[in-house]
């Protein structure tokens, strides 16, 4: 049976791993490959790196870490941020990711998606979507340059909308990060992700809210997704991950051991 | 010992490189004719398209000395992929060493590409098989695909998602990994090692 995923997010500044709260005011959590490698030996099942200032600054970010993630770590890993061109998929794919993930710039260009899956196969190619509740019109909205909160703006996409044209392009798999509950460690949001759940036929990685080991069974058998994301929780040794896949286990869902 | 990742132009070399130098073992990444026929172990990386793989190791003239390799060869990912017959995946002739068809998964509501881990269930026949030693019943490997060989004689262990397929194949000693034992952890490492062990 397909296990379902547990997936330390780190997000990645200068080539150090940090966290903010609902994306602002980060803070060091620490080095890079240390971290990878211990969230590895502690059986995460996947780790994802989000590079948060490649995308909203511009420049050309130092994309060596990758190469030394590589070296250490036995699990899959994606990259994200500032990936916006086949080159320079290709070059974080040589350095030894498994994965790309792309945020902004397939919003930018959604036919980016298309050709990093006629480079790379469908399964390389992972898209990220930060999508924020609009209690005003009640509407779930496709938000981008997350990663800096001076430029952060709304796009003209309703997320389920952007969900489904994703995949007509060849997405792979979606990370949907829930920007309402960023950070605030009160539960997945399982309402938006049972929606968007119906529309997604590729993996569905849920992201965004983690705060408590019953959060993870909740998103899982309530909202069916394929992996859970938390940064946080782990970061700060909340939830200890062999504690975490135990309690998973008991709650009867496939997870490696 | 000699083990060359052959330089198939996909994307994945890297991890292939540095998981087996974990294992204390620098292997050399080349597309040289020479320096592949010349290895003891050859190894087949793959991420991409079939087709795509097909022409670049056309384009390497890559074909022959590979269908003509006598030392151990071991295909992970596409690189198994394209040691079969004939992939449906742009439509396109393999390798031909060991017989096969690459096939869409038919995985029913179940969602695409088979991404994750999944259980691994040795074949009866292959319970002794080097490549398999210390591998157990539901050791959990890493996968991501969505086309798939379907079980056959030459199957050594089988994972199930949606319905049965090769996980691992081997015929003599041309063997191929579904799944990517260098992002397998503790159980892929074993096979890695169980490769670099192997004598046919």
Redesign the interface.
């Known amino acids: 049976m397909l296990a379902r995923r547990i997936i330390p997010c780190l997000d990645v500044r200068d080539g150090k791993v940090v966290k903010g709260v609902q994306f602002r005011n980060h803070e060091v959590i620490g080095d890079i490959v240390p971290l990878a490698k211990a969230y590895a030996e502690q059986g995460a099942d996947e780790l994802v790196f989000y590079d948060i200032t490649a995308s909203s600054d511009g420049r050309v970010v130092d994309k060596s870490w990758v190469r030394r993630i590589a070296e250490v770590i036995d699990i899959p890993f994606c990259v994200a941020g500032g990936i916006k061109s086949v080159a320079d998929a290709g070059l974080i794919l040589e350095m030894g990711a498994d994965k790309i993930s792309v945020n902004s710039p397939a919003l930018a260009r959604p036919e980016l998606i298309s050709e990093l899956e006629h480079s790379f196969g469908q399964q390389c190619v992972v898209i990220g979507i930060d999508s924020f509740f609009d209690q005003a019109t009640g509407q779930y909205q496709v938000y981008q340059f997350t990663g800096d909160e001076s430029r952060t703006q709304k796009t003209r996409w309703h997320t389920l909308d952007w969900v489904k044209r994703v995949q007509e392009l060849g997405a792979g798999e979606i990370v949907l990060n829930c920007m309402n509950q960023d950070g605030v460690r009160q539960g997945y949001d399982l309402t938006q992700l049972q929606l968007i759940r119906k529309e997604c036929k590729v993996p569905l990685i849920a992201s965004g809210g983690a705060g408590a080991m019953q959060h993870f069974a909740d998103v899982f058998q309530q909202a069916d997704v394929d992996g859970a994301l938390a940064a946080s929780v782990f970061h700060k040794g909340i939830i200890p991950i062999p504690e975490l896949k135990a309690f998973l286990v008991e709650h009867k869902l496939e997870i490696r051991p | 010992m000699s083990l060359v990742i052959v330089d198939t132009g996909c ?5 292939v490189y ?2 087996f ?2 294992l204390g073992v620098d292997a050399k990444v080349s597309s040289d004719l020479t320096v592949i026929k010349n290895a003891s172990r050859l190894l087949v990386p793959g ?3 079939a087709r795509q793989a097909m022409a670049n190791l056309q384009q390497r003239d890559l074909i022959a000395t590979l269908q003509q390799a006598e030392q151990p060869l071991l295909g992970i990912c ?1 690189g198994m992929q394209l040691l079969t017959d004939h992939s449906e995946e742009g439509d396109v002739d393999c390798l031909g060493l060991i017989p096969g068809q690459v096939k869409r998964m038919q995985v029913g509501d179940l ?9 691994l269930q040795v074949q009866e026949s292959a319970q002794h098989h080097p490549l398999l030693k210390g591998i157990g019943a539901n050791d ?1 490997v ?1 996968f ?3 086309f798939a060989v379907a079980p056959s004689d030459t199957t050594l262990a089988r994972c ?2 949606g319905s049965d397929f090769a996980a691992v194949i081997g015929k003599g000693n041309k063997l191929g990994a579904q799944f ?1 034992p ?5 159980v ?2 074993r096979l890695l090692q169980n490769f670099l062990a192997f004598n046919g």
């Open positions: 994307a994945n070399i890297s991890s540095c998981a130098q974990r991420v991409g398209a596409l969602r695409l590409p088979h991404m994750g881990w999944n259980t959990y890493y991501v695909h969505s199930h998602y990517h260098e992002r397998s952890g503790a892929g490492a």
